[in-house]
């Protein structure tokens, strides 16, 4: 059976990203963006939240959150993941989803931050091998 797994979303920050270090060292940052949908429900005209969580790896990860903040506008590309775990205090099943970023780029600040250019990272990185009992979070 094919299938297929590629999200693109825009973005803001909901958060400042937290980094953090596997054992192995390798950087992961974490973060959430809003991405906001407007339609017209008969005459009226709505606003939809959703909040994604976001999380990426390696020198991408270090670069979001050296200059990445809450607010801050970003188009994120990569892949929705699915993480399962038994919850230490109820023993319940837990699980969530996430997308895994390949690719980050920063958008432009917003008009009262004129003459600052953005920094994008343009270049997928490859996602370094990770035993998900590594990820510190």
């Known amino acids: ?3 297929f797994n590629k999200v693109i979303l825009l973005g803001n920050l ?3 990203p937290e980094v953090r270090y596997t054992p192995s060292g390798t950087a992961v940052a ?9 339609y017209k429900q008969g005459e009226e005209t709505k ?4 909040y994604i969580d976001i999380v990426v790896f390696g020198k991408t990860a270090e670069n979001c959150g050296q200059y990445l903040n809450k607010g801050d506008a970003i188009l994120v ?3 929705l993941q699915q993480r399962r775990w ?9 699980s969530k989803v996430e997308v895994v970023a390949q690719l ?3 958008m432009p600040k917003r008009s009262g931050q004129a003459g600052q250019s953005a920094k994008q990272e343009q270049e997928p990185m490859p996602e370094p091998p990770v035993d998900e009992g590594e ?3």
Do not use: H, L, Y
């Open 104 to 106: 980050v780029n920063f």
């Open 135 to 137: 990820i510190p979070f």
């Open 86 to 94: 038994d919850d230490k205090d109820s023993g319940q099943k837990r």
């Open 77 to 79: 590309e990569g892949r």
């Open 14 to 16: 909901t958060r400042d």
């Open 47 to 50: 606003d939809e939240v959703s």
């Open 1 to 3: 059976m094919n299938s």
């Open 30 to 38: 974490s973060f959430a963006i809003a991405v906001n949908r407007r």
